[in-house]
């Protein structure tokens, strides 16, 4: 073992060094990723010294997230203690289903979930679990709220139209979990949104009264805290109302955004979150943990037991429910993903995060002055948000975001927001300083005017 550390270090160090000097990995086109990359495997084993240089080439090779010139997704950077925390994880491989087989990570993980609930309000009943992402804890969510609504569906299955609520600006999840919990996709209804991308709570109102008239059973609604677009908050509390007012299960998709729990400044962003019935975040966006670390919170956690609990006497063999949460997750093995969240947190302390999570408004502030201060910028994005979206030049968006790319300059991706297309910066890199954005502009502006793109959107 102790070679094969050795080799990790020395592999770990040729990639910190290459990230300074290359911060974006070389273009290699999908078609010819085979061919430029020794990838296959044979029948018999490798020569050490050959091994560790095409594990090397692989590495170098593969796009570089954790460096100042990613700004592609929702998440970004490299935190050594929580890098330090998931590498021990891995090492220690337990499986997150009972204390017998995890012991202490059980009480890191208890310890997370129990303090989160408490940030957000709720009492002794609150809890949660940790799933492999936020697609994974909506659809928990999900199956919570139809569980809510009709019990006796784990056993008999559906005997009525249930249907759910999310904004046209929500995460593409939610219709792929209706059809996974058998709800089905043509009973998910897509609420409008207002300029700022949320969703109008007046318009929700409507859309329930009139499914009860056609005879549907209105089951949940899901509010985002950060759409993966505009970055955009819902009114929690409005939407909250009708929920109560119809007894409809309300869940929080707060995976790119809702870490904001831990700003002192920012959590107004989720005002009313302790009276929601689930919660989700995701740490490796916004605190920057490595994938995936994505928190499912429910104010009372008997509905985690309701739809996720199955009794395995091969399994649960010691301890109370309470230290085996394997009772209260969707799969059966589960890997430790509260380590790495716990070593970060354990060590910067709450106002550590809370200061994470303000440097990327900070960053959003300093990208979002440079764009309106530029006349040949048009800025999309609104305040309070680490998305900043805007277009250059009037040159369509995916010609210069697929030009950095391909050109290896910075990654950076782009959406759509009411029919109009730009690129979006997500600021969500708390290692990056003002300085790194103004770089970013620079870059994006010597590759235009290098390779002479041309406008063809109008310009506002
Ligand atoms: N949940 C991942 C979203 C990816 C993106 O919008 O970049």
């Known amino acids: 073992m102790e070679k094969t550390l050795n080799l990790f270090q020395e592999i770990s160090k040729r990639l910190l060094q290459d990230e300074q000097s290359h ?13 430029k990359l020794d990838l296959s495997l044979q029948e018999t084993a490798m020569v050490e010294e050959d091994f560790a240089a095409s594990l090397t080439q692989i590495v170098l090779a593969s796009p570089k997230t954790a460096t100042r010139a990613f700004f592609n997704q929702l998440f970004g950077g490299r935190n050594e203690k929580a890098v330090l925390g998931d590498l021990l994880a891995v090492m220690l491989n337990n499986s997150m289903y009972t204390y017998k087989a995890a012991g202490a990570q059980i009480g890191v993980e208890k310890v997370i979930l129990d303090t989160v609930c408490k940030m957000i309000g709720w009492g002794e009943h609150g809890g ?28 008999g299955g559906f005997s009525q139209k249930m249907t759910v609520y999310t904004s046209t600006e929500s995460h ?20 409008p949104v207002d300029d700022f991308g ?43 109302e009708i929920c109560k007012k119809h007894k409809i299960w309300l869940h929080v998709d707060g995976a790119y955004c809702g870490s904001v729990l831990f700003s002192n400044r920012y959590k107004h962003l989720i005002k009313g979150v302790a009276g929601v019935d689930s919660f989700s975040f995701n740490a490796h966006k916004m605190i920057g943990t490595p994938l995936s670390c994505s928190l499912l919170l429910v ?6 037991y309701q739809s996720f609990s199955n009794e395995a006497d091969y399994l649960y063999q010691t301890d109370e429910d309470e230290f085996n949460p394997g009772k209260t997750s969707l799969q059966c093995g589960r890997r430790n993903d ?3 969240f716990w070593t970060l947190w354990k060590s910067v302390g709450t106002k550590g995060l809370e200061a994470i999570v303000d440097k990327q408004f900070e960053l959003a502030n300093v990208a979002r002055k440079y764009v309106e201060n530029h006349p040949d910028y048009t800025l999309y994005s609104f305040e309070n948000s680490i998305s900043v979206c805007f277009n250059y030049k009037g040159i369509p968006a995916r ?14 991706g782009f959406g759509t927001f009411q029919d109009t297309e730009f690129i979006r910066l997500v600021t969500i890199n708390a290692q990056n300083d ?22 063809t959107l109008k310009t506002s």
Do not use: W
């Open 23 to 35: 911060p974006v990995s070389h273009f290699i086109p999908s078609e010819e990723v085979f061919e």
């Open 128 to 155: 949660g679990t940790i799933a492999p992402g936020g697609s994974m804890t909506n659809f928990m969510g999900m199956l919570m709220a139809r569980d809510a609504k009709d019990a006796n569906i784990r056993k």
């Open 172 to 191: 593409y999840s939610i219709p792929k979990n209706a059809s996974f919990s058998g709800i089905g996709r043509q009973q998910v209804r897509y609420i």
């Open 198 to 240: 949320k969703m109008i709570p007046s318009e929700l109102g409507k859309a329930i009264q009139e499914d009860i008239q056609q005879g549907f059973t209105p089951t949940l609604v899901n509010a985002t805290a950060g759409t993966t677009v505009l970055g955009a908050f819902d009114d929690i509390p409005a939407i909250s």
């Open 299 to 304: 104010k009372d956690k008997k509905h985690l």
């Open 338 to 340: 509260a380590l790495k």
């Open 399 to 412: 010609d210069i975001c697929t030009g950095l790319y391909e050109d290896s300059e910075l990654m950076v």
């Open 434 to 455: 003002p300085q790194d954005i103004h770089n970013f502009f620079e870059i994006l502006e010597a590759f235009v005017e290098k390779h002479a793109l041309a406008p």
